[in-house]
Structure formats: C-alpha cells, structure tokens
C-alpha cells in the first residue's frame, strides 16, 4: 500500500501501520479478521480504513496468484 502524505514535510508516524493476517489467496471465514490497523491520530484513522477497505476484494473462488519470481537472468 502507498504511503500517502498529508504534506511532503509530514513526519512518518513509526507506531501506525497495518498488519496483515491473510495473505492473497487465503480463505476467509465471515466475520474473520483480516488485517489490524494501529494509528495515533484518530481523526486519520476513518480515512486510513477506508483506503485498506477500497484496495481489497473478498470473492467467492480464489484468485489466479502471479508467481513472485517471473524468471532468473544470468
């Protein structure tokens, strides 16, 4: 996820952040944590949901997963 900036001169916040506990792929029951987010600013944390909200997708079947590794050069 891109970080986004509230201005270039903005301060990172190393105590807010997001971690995931599914990764692409996984299988998700109802009512399953998928990720905990953790902020200082409450007034930035509606926004921060919303964004983490908008950048996932839960469907029925599992996606195709592109391999990490597309080839070696030698």
Same mark, same amino acid.
């Given at each position: 996820?891109a970080? #986004?900036? &509230?201005s270039?001169?903005? &301060?990172?916040?190393?105590?807010?952040?997001i971690?995931?506990?599914?990764?692409?792929?996984?299988?998700?029951?109802?009512? $399953?944590?998928? &990720?905990?987010?953790y902020?200082?600013?409450e !007034?930035?944390? !509606? #926004?921060?949901?919303?964004?983490?909200l #908008?950048?996932?997708?839960? $469907? !029925?079947? &599992?996606?195709?997963?592109?391999?990490?590794?597309?080839?070696i050069?030698?």
């Amino acid at each position: 996820m891109a970080r #986004s900036f &509230a201005s270039i001169s903005s &301060a990172i916040d190393f105590s807010a952040g997001i971690v995931l506990h599914k990764k692409t792929g996984d299988y998700v029951e109802k009512g $399953e944590i998928v &990720a905990s987010m953790y902020a200082n600013k409450e !007034e930035l944390f !509606e #926004s921060a949901v919303n964004q983490f909200l #908008s950048s996932i997708r839960i $469907e !029925e079947t &599992a996606p195709d997963i592109n391999p990490l590794i597309i080839d070696i050069v030698e």
